[in-house]
């Protein structure tokens, strides 16, 4: 069952930047971390970052960074994504995820439906 | 950095059967903080097990996870047609790292 709700499928050129959002359907700030994880065709799951609420601050897998932000704008109670420099690698279904409470706060039980971006000449 | 090995990489079984998926990680993690997941196509993950034993809400009981250290196991005793997916195992520390995945399908 979904509950982040995702913006919709993307197409890029190599080298532009994709902003994808995230927020849950109930509008409420979530004091739970953010976290992005995606997955190219075929393949498994891959960690790419979080924001963390309580600090305001996100940290990023390393070979993310310098290419990858990750903000909130608490007004709207949404997250972004934000993946620069895009190369045809970059193509995946990119999911945001977090955990429900602090007995889970280690995992992800909470995902959103996923965007795909396709980044393609 | 923690890599998180599963083994077999798929796992052909029937119905019925009982299915035992192995996460075997580089140095020694916290029981805390290694979570195991199912995907179905064209799904998002869905979590099953926490603190490497704990169910996640609504997981049947026919799912169990044991372990400690480097080795854990993620078992279903007696296999629905549902649960033929993809399973990963994941490590909660300053980033998650995810396991490549255990494709479990119908023999």
């Known amino acids: 069952q979904v509950q982040l709700v995702q913006s919709g499928a993307e197409v890029k050129k190599p080298g532009s930047s994709v902003k994808v959002s995230c927020k849950p359907p109930?509008?409420?700030?979530?004091?739970?971390?953010i976290n992005w994880v995606r997955q190219a065709p075929g393949q498994g799951l891959e960690w790419v970052g979080r924001f963390v609420p309580f600090l305001g601050i996100a940290n990023f897998a390393e070979k993310f960074q310098g290419r990858v932000s990750i903000t909130a704008d608490k007004s709207t109670s949404t997250v972004y994504m934000e993946l620069n420099s895009l190369r045809s690698e970059d193509t995946a279904v990119y999911y945001c995820?977090?955990?429900?409470?602090?007995?889970?706060?280690?995992?992800?039980?909470?995902w959103g439906q996923g965007t795909t971006v396709t980044v393609s000449s | 950095e923690i890599v998180l090995t599963q083994s077999p990489g798929t796992l052909s079984l029937s119905p019925g059967d009982r299915a035992a998926l192995s996460c075997r990680a580089s140095q020694s993690v916290s029981s805390a903080y290694l979570a195991w997941y199912q995907q179905k196509p064209g799904q998002a993950p869905r979590l099953l097990i926490y603190g490497a034993s704990s169910r996640a809400t609504g997981v049947p009981d026919r799912f169990s996870g044991t372990g400690s250290g480097t080795d854990f196991t993620l078992t279903i005793s007696s296999l629905e047609p549902e649960d033929f997916a993809v399973y990963y195992c994941q490590r909660y520390g300053s980033s998650y790292t995810f396991g490549q995945g255990t494709k479990l399908e119908i023999k």
């Open positions: 109930g509008g409420t700030f979530s004091s739970y971390n």
């Open positions: 995820a977090r955990p429900s409470s602090l007995v889970t706060k280690y995992s992800l039980d909470v």
